[in-house]
């Protein structure tokens, strides 16, 4: 008998893409509501039972007013953030080029460790008798970072990058004022090409900041700073490897110089990422860097955070390190929490950056980082991220620009917008672009001293195939661009979830939340 | 409508009688982008030539502007707060940012003519 | 190793493109006698069985809250978190992704940032929200400073109920920042006179309630003599779940509300990372430090999100930022928001009420203990309690019992005459048989 469940199976050239579907879905990409449309504040996604009738305890306090916090069934929260994570690139959506931020392979096993209930499921105020496994953890990572860095000790508290620079800093003020010099040792030196956070830090604690002029070959000129630093001078805020990519080659003058002068050298660890286990801070001069463990050692961006921020402290600063911090005892190890209990031990703590004692979840994606790699490992990863970077240089020289001529970089490449000059081309376009090939766009218009930039850092965790087809990519785009191919460009991204987001309406008329449309307001009342 | 002069730093004043009405040139809001946010000055405040008199922000940039004469502020457009647009689309009329009553007319001296500051675009 | 796809082959073959014989060459600006000629002394790498094994063998040596009647709170609080929460912040789009600079592929992020600032705002009753700090310490450091540059003052008032590593991080800030801080003396019995500290050099008072010995303090009279005086009242909460049953300090008249987050899809994690909350009235948005999510539209009038009022911030202010701060709490932020859709607003009274029956409970029955007095008159999920002897001892005692009783007053204040004072937090993990359990112990052992 003849089947008659046979049916076409090779595709019909059918419609145009342009096709508008009924729901405005385009298959995967799918248009999600906000939960305050879809929810509501009778549905919960969590069954509590309620509690047998008692009297309650909490004065004329009790909440009275409706809150209007919409909830969702489980199925429905499911759908709905898994519907959102679609609309999101990361790291293990594509190569993700972003400059100075350093987006490398963030490893499960991390994930998994940190979720041991031994680290997931400890207090911070337990019995430190019931938390010796987690004070080893912190002692053990802090002795990977002062060996890789060569410094003195490590304030593992500050929670980012930011963070751990204004503790580094304010090292640095008790150290000046320890020695008698805080009213007239104000002055923090901060290269043009520093990162904001620099300045920022630097100004919220009252310090004032000169600015530092990049010379030709984007590095600091040793010169210029022993003519800046004096008697006045409270430290140089130095990130080195630099944000043009460049190792700072005269770093140790400028250490040097500074401490003449009778200030600190900061470095801003940011950029470590390129130098781990080639060199040692410690040995180039430095008192205070902080290190991102989720730039240099793989703990996830999670969207903005969280970060976690060590400093490491040079002998001149490490006495002045805040609580807490551990120490070694007969009987443990001990968390030392207060300035009374620190000044028995011949501490002088400058105080206290955080609640409780850091990022612990962060300190455990690290080491699992760290013991995974080994010394070796990490090494070289520093070495292929360097290399990664400058595959990619030798790939674009001939068609993009370099502020600083073609020369070695280290982790990250900078191009400015020079050869896109009479194009109508900008490089926010440029990195618009990207998007549509299937990339996350490098680091735009910063740092600030070259005109237009684009910081392009590849990292360690791409493959030789992966660069290929990239710096392909950025060749026919640029080529694109060249030839006067704007449209391509100037409308870009045309394939993304969203088209161009106006940022003008956003700023000037801000609308920060959700409110009810007006007739479920009038019907509410 | 009295003649204008312009700072460096690209701030233009138009004097009538003792008062001086002050905002940002054309080529500065092109510079800036898109404005969204201005911070006029207080009405009352004593401001010196050269000490910072209000803040305009686009997007991604944020400025700024300082008193190109000293004096008094006799009054501020508080209308570009809620339309900070105007100071894109009529910097040198709508979308001034305060008037100033003059403590010292020899101020003035300094600052740039039309011609003189036409010319100095020309060098940027 | 396993983490880097580069093969010795595609090395030589770059290094060659490159134009360099040695990986050396491109690390030439080092200075030659600075550039490690040696791997340095560290283990080698390891496959992932091995660090399992040595990484598990240390959380061996601590005892996880689930394994043990706890009751252990004061600043951070052992709650329930379902399991869709984990799954949902392990998809690699939000977990592998950078902070939404590009909005076109970073609308996941920037939804939830914005769904996440609306439920703060309702939560704490005030009008905005940022998209999160570090933490609840870290906000209130914050919100000194912001309070100091809207009223042009620099003077904090600090209620002696404040946690005092909150304390800490305002005093070290407001030092280092040159502000003046006044301190009151820890206040165990909520008696202190804060209105008499406020005249009119005070920038703001930082009250926190339920305060760190678990009491509800009163925030209106104070938020009255604050606006009075020119000053703004600075509400702080550390367990977040309270605000399911409690009035809200926005309608208490709060002018800025900080707290921590972590009660809500995160875990104890040994004290990080959490999250911190942030909210405050419309007129300060522009003092206002952290990231911000803003709607908008794109190129075709969809609705979209993106970041928005960073002039505000650092890379854009430098030296004159509201805040250094460039990283908001991503992950834990949106922890936080799939927990609290979960709840939703039924979901979250609920639960609340649970917290607070369960520490009902608990006081009744330690009320009727010889030798222990019940602190609280009105509380939340955490209560103080005074007993005859040492609350450190008497904590360390019943851990080798396995029992977590709280945290010894004297861990948070040492030196201050409040070494037989224990806070004790119950929320909805606590079990009869957990309440039970630390009864008769306390019997047993005093």
Same mark, same amino acid.
């Given at each position: ?13 059918? &419609? ?66 898994? =519907? ?70 490590? &304030? ?20 000046? &004022?320890? =020695? ?146 551990? =120490? ?43 013991? +995974? ?23 674009? &020289? ?27 081309? +900008? ?99 | ?124 | ?21 040695? #990986? ?21 790498? *390891? ?13 061996? /040596?601590?005892?996880?809250?689930? @394994? ?20 949902? #912040? ?14 076109? #592929? ?30 609840? @310490? ?21 209620? %002696? ?9 305002? /005093? $070290? ?35 926190? @309630? ?9 925030? *209106? ?60 009235? $419309? ?24 970041? $928005? ?7 854009? /202010? ?28 039924? %979901? ?37 309690? /005074? ?15 396995? #029992? ?12 201050? %005459? ?29």
């Amino acid at each position: 008998m003849l089947n008659r469940q046979g049916r076409p199976t090779t595709p019909q050239s059918g &419609a145009s893409d342009t096709h508008e579907t009924f729901t405005g879905n385009k298959a995967l990409q799918q248009i999600e509501p906000l939960i305050f449309e879809i929810g509501s504040t009778d549905q919960t996604g969590v069954d509590i039972d309620p509690p047998a009738a008692y009297r309650k305890r909490l004065g004329t306090f009790e909440r009275k007013a409706a809150m209007g916090l919409p909830g969702l069934s489980e199925p429905e929260t499911m759908r709905h953030y898994v =519907r959102l994570s679609q609309k999101n690139y990361g790291i293990d959506s594509g190569l993700f080029p972003l400059g100075s931020c350093t987006m490398k392979h963030n490893p499960r096993l991390n994930e998994k460790m940190a979720r041991l209930p031994g680290f997931a499921d400890v207090h911070p105020l337990q019995p430190q008798s019931t938390v010796q496994g987690a004070l080893e953890l912190m002692d053990t990572l802090a002795h990977w970072l002062v060996t890789l860095t060569g410094m003195d000790a490590v &304030a593992m508290s500050p929670k980012a990058g930011a963070h751990g620079e204004l503790c580094g800093l304010m090292a640095i003020k008790a150290a000046i &004022a320890a =020695r008698g010099e805080a009213d007239t040792r104000k002055v923090v030196l901060v290269p043009d090409s520093a990162h904001g956070t620099n300045p920022a830090t630097a100004a919220l604690i009252h310090f004032d900041v000169r600015s530092v002029p990049v010379r030709e070959d984007g590095t600091v000129d040793p010169k210029v700073v022993a003519a800046l630093a004096g008697p006045d001078t409270a430290a140089i805020m130095l990130t080195n490897p630099n944000t043009c990519g460049l190792f700072e080659k005269d770093v140790v003058a400028i250490a040097e110089a500074v401490h003449k002068a009778g200030g600190y050298f900061y470095a801003d660890g940011a950029n470590f990422n390129a130098i781990v286990g080639k060199a040692r801070p410690g040995d180039l001069g430095v008192d205070a860097m902080h290190i991102n463990l989720h730039k240099t050692f793989s703990t996830p961006h999670g969207g903005g955070g969280p970060g976690s921020g060590p400093v490491v402290l040079s002998e001149r600063l490490a006495p002045f390190a805040p609580v807490p911090f551990i =120490r070694k005892t007969e009987e443990g190890l001990q968390l030392v929490e207060d300035d009374a209990e620190a000044t028995k031990h011949g501490a002088h703590p400058f105080g206290r950056m955080t609640a409780f004692h850091g990022q612990m979840g962060m300190y455990v994606r690290a080491l699992s980082y760290m013991l +995974s790699h080994g010394a070796d490992g990490l090494k070289q990863a520093s070495e292929d991220a360097v290399l990664n970077a400058n595959y990619i240089r030798v790939g674009l &020289a001939d068609l993009m620009s370099l502020p600083f001529g073609n020369k070695p970089c280290m982790h990250e490449v900078l191009f400015d917008d020079a050869w896109l000059k009479e194009t109508g081309i +900008s490089t926010l376009d440029f990195a618009k672009a990207m998007i549509d090939e299937g990339y996350h766009p490098m680091t735009v218009y910063f740092p600030l001293v070259v005109h237009g930039a684009m910081l392009i850092e590849p990292t360690e965790s791409e493959s030789r195939a992966s660069l290929d087809l990239f710096i392909a990519t950025l060749r026919d785009l640029a080529m694109a661009a060249k030839r006067g191919d704007t449209a391509r460009f100037t409308g870009a991204p045309y394939h993304a979830p969203l088209r161009r987001l106006d940022e003008t309406r956003a700023a000037r008329s801000p609308v920060l939340k959700w409110t009810p449309p007006q007739p479920i307001l009038e019907a509410a009342e | 409508m009295g003649a204008m002069k312009f700072t460096k730093d690209h701030e233009y004043v138009r004097v009538e009688g003792d008062v001086a009405t002050f905002g940002i040139t054309d080529y500065a809001q092109g510079q800036l982008g898109d404005v969204v946010f201005v911070e006029v000055p207080k009405v009352g405040a004593s401001l010196k030539q050269g000490a910072e008199a209000a803040v305009v922000e686009s997007v991604k940039a944020a400025s700024e502007v300082y008193a190109p004469v000293s004096g008094e502020v006799v009054e501020s457009n508080s209308a570009l707060e809620a339309s900070p647009a105007t100071v894109n689309e009529d910097p040198e009329g709508q979308g001034w940012f305060g008037k100033i009553r003059l403590t010292n007319t020899s101020e003035l001296d300094a600052l740039m003519s039309e011609a003189d500051y036409k010319a100095y675009l020309s060098t940027l | 190793m396993r983490y880097l796809p580069l093969s010795t082959d595609d090395r030589s073959a770059m290094m060659a493109r490159v134009g360099v014989d040695h #990986i050396d060459r491109l690390f030439a600006d080092i200075p030659h006698d600075k550039l490690l000629d040696h791997v340095l002394p560290l283990p080698l790498a *390891k496959g992932e069985l091995e660090v399992e094994r040595l990484l598990a063998k240390m959380a061996a /040596r601590n005892v996880p809250a689930s @394994s043990v009647p706890f009751f252990v709170g004061a600043g951070a609080y052992k709650h329930h978190v379902p399991a869709t929460v984990d799954h949902l #912040i392990q998809r690699s789009e939000f977990l592998t992704s950078y902070t939404p600079y590009q909005p076109e #592929i970073a609308q996941g992020t920037l939804h939830y940032l914005f769904e996440f600032q609306t439920q703060v705002a309702a939560l704490t009753g005030m009008d905005v929200a940022n998209a999160s700090m570090y933490d609840g @310490s870290t906000a209130t450091g914050e919100a000194v400073l912001m309070a100091h540059r809207i009223t042009k003052r620099n003077k904090a008032v600090l209620s %002696g109920g404040l946690h005092p590593h909150y304390g800490d991080v305002v /005093r $070290t800030l407001s030092h280092m920042a040159k502000a003046d801080v006044v301190t009151m003396t820890p206040d165990l019995h909520a008696k202190e006179n804060l209105i008499a500290a406020i005249d009119d050099t005070v920038s703001c008072v930082v009250v926190q @309630s339920p305060d760190v010995f678990g009491t509800l303090r009163d925030l *209106k009279p104070i938020a009255d003599a604050c606006h009075a005086k020119g000053a703004l009242l600075i509400a702080v909460f550390t367990e977040v779940v309270s605000l399911g049953l409690v009035a809200s300090p926005g309608e208490q008249g709060a002018d800025i509300v900080v707290g921590e987050g972590q009660s809500i899809g995160n875990g104890l994690m040994f004290g990080g990372p959490y999250v911190g909350l942030f909210a405050t009235k $419309t007129q300060y948005i522009r003092n206002m430090p952290g990231r911000l999510c803003g709607e908008t539209v794109d190129a075709e009038g969809k609705r979209g999100f993106v970041l $928005t009022l960073s002039t505000r911030e650092q890379h854009i /202010r430098r030296e004159k930022a509201t805040s250094n701060i460039c990283t908001n709490s991503g992950l834990c932020t949106l922890a936080f928001t799939i927990h609290m859709t979960l709840l939703g607003e039924k %979901g979250l009274r609920a639960l609340a009420d649970v917290n607070h029956a369960n520490a009902v409970a608990l006081a009744d029955q330690l009320a009727a203990l010889p030798h222990v007095e019940v602190i609280n008159e009105q509380f939340f999920n955490e209560i103080a309690i /005074r007993i005859k002897g040492d609350a450190t001892k008497l904590v360390d005692r019943l851990a080798h019992h396995g #029992i977590m009783a709280g945290v010894p007053a004297a861990r948070l204040f040492p030196h201050q %005459g409040l070494d037989d004072v224990l806070i004790i937090a119950n929320t909805e993990i606590n079990t009869a048989d957990d309440r039970a359990a630390l009864v008769a112990a306390l019997k047993e052992v005093m």
